[in-house]
Nanobody
């Protein structure tokens, strides 16, 4: 099982980035997908989530209207489009796949990609 994030980097305030999460080793289309982030000295927080079919999405209030989560089940890939980036968006962004199966949560994590928003 592997989740591989990519697309992070250094961007100026107001700029955009698109993160990708390529999945392998499990049935991607059966799992809900989420993006989390962890800033230095802070706890990991849920940023955005999308259901297995892509029919429903949720966002933390601080990114609503700026970030968009999506997925392509044919490509086994999830995305996070980030616009109007702010310095407070600086963090390591992690991809998570999760599914509730037979009374227990099953989830997988990527290793993260660093996003730095700075002028």
């Amino acid at each position: 099982v592997q989740l591989l994030e990519s697309g992070g980097g250094l961007v100026q305030p107001g700029g955009s980035l698109r993160l990708s999460c390529a999945a392998s080793g499990f049935t991607f289309s059966s799992y809900d997908m989420s993006w989390y982030r962890q800033a230095p000295g802070k706890e990991r927080e849920l940023v955005a989530a999308i259901t297995s079919t892509g029919g429903s999405t949720n966002y933390v209030d601080s990114v609503k209207g700026r970030f968009t989560i999506s997925r392509d089940n044919a490509k086994n890939t999830a995305y996070l489009q980030m616009n109007s980036l702010k310095p407070e968006d600086t963090a390591v962004y992690f991809c998570n796949a999760n599914r509730y199966v037979f009374g227990a949560w099953r989830d997988y994590w990527g290793k993260g990609t660093l996003v730095t928003v700075s002028s």
